[in-house]
């Protein structure tokens, strides 16, 4: 075990960096809104949860490239009508997200495609070479969120 990445210099890290952030940047071109949760300004109720009345307070959205992985659209029916069950997953470059200083954490909001997502996970586990320290990217899964649970737009009258 002691020759993991032996042959996987800092070198080649930089290499695959600079190849997917073009590669994000310049040829995918798919971004998403990243709206970070402002915990502080949230009013929560005594089990820790959301007040009802005002929600959630996000921070301005922050604009960021990534692959996205959609499931199907699932609409159960029941005694109060459909509703829309749908989950996504983004997948960001790790050293996009510490270049701009942030980094998506459960309850945090992404926008795509005029739509709203709610993080309900996020995983970093895929390490170059098999070491810890060459992490490569963020994997965060979501669930469809409506907008009427969001304090984003004012709803129409």
């Given at each position: 075990m002691g020759l993991r990445g032996r042959f996987f210099s800092i070198r080649d890290l930089k290499f695959i960096n600079s190849a997917n952030s073009e590669l994000m940047g310049d040829v995918i071109q798919t971004t998403v809104i990243l709206y970070k949760m402002e915990a502080d300004q949230t009013k929560t109720n005594i089990y820790g949860e959301s007040d009802p009345a005002t929600g959630k307070m996000f921070y301005p959205g922050v604009e960021i490239t990534a692959l996205i992985d959609k499931a199907d659209i699932d609409t159960p029916y029941d005694e109060f009508g459909p509703d829309r069950n749908q989950t996504v997953v983004f997948k960001m470059r790790e050293n996009m997200l510490k270049l701009i200083n942030i980094y998506p954490e459960v309850g945090d909001i992404v926008k795509f495609n005029?739509?709203?997502?709610?993080?309900?996970?996020?995983?970093?586990?895929?390490?170059?070479?098999?070491?810890?320290?060459?992490?490569?990217?963020?994997?965060?899964?979501?669930?469809?969120?409506?907008?009427?649970?969001?304090?984003?737009?004012?709803?129409?009258?």
């Open positions: 005029n739509q709203f997502f709610e993080v309900d996970n996020v995983v970093q586990q895929q390490f170059l070479g098999g070491i810890e320290d060459k992490s490569h990217s963020i994997i965060v899964n979501t669930h469809y969120s409506r907008i009427s649970k969001l304090n984003f737009v004012e709803r129409q009258q």
